[in-house]
């Protein structure tokens, strides 16, 4: 039961640290699972004018998008303190302007305006959201969203791979995220999703919902 509570998950990363683990994840940028998100934002967005990553851990993400992307707007959040001193530096560093700030899903998302933010996208980040919390944080993420989601996550396919697996020791979770999209007022019809088989990461999934249809939620 208590493997369920999102304080487990978020502790799990909170407490992460050394330079060496924030370098790891910022030279991350052209891993392949990157190279599947960049691919996703292009061809179902053209060019995003802002993106909020969520679960930024280091900023690989928002680094690439600023290599594909020039001029797009980047915001990210993370729990871990470090990571986001981290990737502001390194930002900062070469001359990239990134809005970056550390909490949980639980209290920066209700604070961002609606429809402020072109695509929210997170890559493993909302896999550390207990199952009784997700349809909470997505419809956060589809509130903020002005025209769509990127989500590139362990997902269900069905068969074995059944939605709302714990795994340990990382307390991260495999969801079905169409599901609980269309519960919230998604359109079906908006949602695409693929078995997304990339290196080291199981039953890893990429869903990209166009939003720029009239939302119910």
């Given at each position: 039961?208590?493997?369920?509570?999102?304080?487990?998950?978020?502790?799990?990363?909170?407490?992460?640290?050394?330079?060496?683990?924030?370098?790891?994840?910022?030279?991350?940028?052209?891993?392949?699972?990157?190279?599947?998100?960049?691919?996703?934002?292009?061809?179902?967005?053209?060019?995003?004018?802002?993106?909020?990553?969520?679960?930024?851990?280091?900023?690989?993400?928002?680094?690439?998008?600023?290599?594909?992307?020039?001029?797009?707007?980047?915001?990210?959040?993370?729990?871990?303190?470090?990571?986001?001193?981290?990737?502001?530096?390194?930002?900062?560093?070469?001359?990239?302007?990134?809005?970056?700030?550390?909490?949980?899903?639980?209290?920066?998302l209700p604070a961002i305006p609606t429809a402020s933010i072109d695509v929210v996208l997170s890559s493993y980040a909302l896999a550390y959201v207990p199952t009784a919390h997700l349809q909470q944080v997505l419809a956060d993420i589809v509130r903020i969203a002005r025209t769509g989601l990127v989500l590139a996550e362990p997902m269900a396919f069905g068969g074995a791979r059944q939605a709302g697996v714990l795994t340990v020791p990382?307390?991260?979770?495999?969801?079905?995220?169409?599901?609980?999209?269309?519960?919230?007022?998604?359109?079906?019809?908006?949602?695409?999703?693929?078995?997304?088989?990339?290196?080291?990461?199981?039953?890893?999934?990429?869903?990209?919902?166009?939003?720029?249809?009239?939302?119910?939620?």
């Open positions: 039961m208590g493997a369920g509570r999102k304080e487990v998950s978020e502790g799990v990363w909170r407490k992460r640290s050394g330079e060496a683990w924030v370098e790891t994840y910022w030279n991350d940028d052209r891993s392949p699972r990157r190279d599947c998100i960049i691919a996703a934002l292009r061809a179902s967005f053209g060019m995003p004018a802002s993106v909020l990553d969520v679960g930024c851990n280091a900023g690989p993400n928002l680094r690439r998008i600023a290599a594909e992307f020039p001029g797009c707007r980047l915001v990210g959040f993370d729990i871990n303190q470090e990571a986001i001193d981290g990737a502001a530096k390194r930002f900062a560093d070469r001359g990239l302007e990134a809005e970056l700030s550390v909490g949980s899903y639980y209290d920066v990382w307390y991260d979770w495999r969801h079905d995220y169409a599901a609980v999209l269309a519960a919230i007022g998604v359109s079906p019809e908006r949602i695409s999703v693929v078995d997304l088989p990339t290196p080291g990461a199981v039953d890893s999934g990429l869903l990209v919902a166009d939003l720029r249809a009239v939302k119910t939620v």
